[in-house]
């Protein structure tokens, strides 16, 4: 999953829904036992993620956070569960990564979720705690946290810090927050496009009707794309300085152009 940009919810209690959701389109499916389930209904979750004849390579399980108190319970679970990726709400401490980690009886990858101040402190740490492949935001119980608004401008630095911190740690591009209006397509596109240009590789989704439109957002467009392919075809064919429509080509406009092709698997 290490391309993957598009990350779809699914409640665990809801297992006619698993294999739904893989056949979807989306690069990855998040069967969730935190905030999807009620209290009363986790236990029941928890059997009918272990009971599910699914392919297992493209799912990740959400558990409860580590102040909650379903999550030794969680860790009881993750001894037996078949899912390659843990997602760690509320992430804080590499101790609790390290207790993850440990609960399982194979190699899993980790995504920490940034959803409070002291998260977001620590974020250097987490991000460096082994097993750690990837952060992700929650934007909504990050705002909660600091008392802010929820909307792009307050959580602008937040965002900024996380892809920061993510390249510093040399682990994958964090993973934006949910698009809630799940209705609203245009909506969902500008927040994966504002996600991509500051750099995040991915978008969490709450519905089926979000895969389309976040796919081809975090897609280069048409447009990047010939541009890239001119850029590859210049250098291949010149020696010496190199330019392109009247602009130079330097290295780091070169690997731009790589990265795109990459994007687009073209390269």
């Not at 956070?65 to 804080?92: M, S």
């Not at 240009?197 to 389309?212: D, T």
Request: glycine share 4%; net charge neutral.
């Amino acid at each position: 999953m290490r391309h993957a940009a598009t990350f779809l919810f699914v409640p665990g209690d809801r297992p006619d829904r698993f294999a739904k959701a893989l056949a979807s389109g989306a690069d990855c499916v998040i069967i969730d036992l935190e905030d999807a389930v009620q209290p009363q209904a986790k236990a029941e979750a928890r059997q009918a993620i272990l009971a599910a004849d699914i392919d297992w390579s493209r799912v990740a399980v959400r558990i409860n956070n580590a102040n909650l108190p379903y999550f030794e319970e969680d860790r009881q679970f993750l001894r037996v569960c078949a899912a390659p990726t843990i997602i760690l709400p509320k992430a804080e401490s590499p101790h609790t990564v390290a207790q993850i980690r440990a609960a399982c009886a194979r190699d899993v990858d980790v995504i920490v979720m940034i959803e409070t101040a002291r998260g977001l402190a620590n974020m250097a740490a987490l991000l460096s705690a082994p097993g750690v492949r990837r952060a992700a935001f929650g934007h909504l119980d990050f705002a909660l946290d600091l008392g802010c608004a929820s909307d792009w401008e307050p959580l602008l630095f937040t965002r900024s810090q996380m892809v920061l911190q993510s390249r510093l740690a040399g682990v994958l591009p964090p993973i934006d927050s949910v698009t809630t209006d799940y209705k609203n397509a245009e909506a969902a596109v500008a927040d994966a496009v504002a996600a991509r240009r500051l750099g995040f590789g991915g978008k969490f989704l709450v519905h089926p009707n979000q895969i389309a439109p976040v796919t081809s957002a975090f897609r280069p467009s048409a447009g990047e794309i010939a541009w890239a392919e001119q850029v590859i075809a210049a250098c291949k064919s010149k020696h010496g300085a190199i330019a392109l429509d009247g602009k130079m080509i330097d290295k780091p406009v070169i690997e731009s152009a790589q990265r795109i092709l990459v994007r687009a698997n073209l390269h």
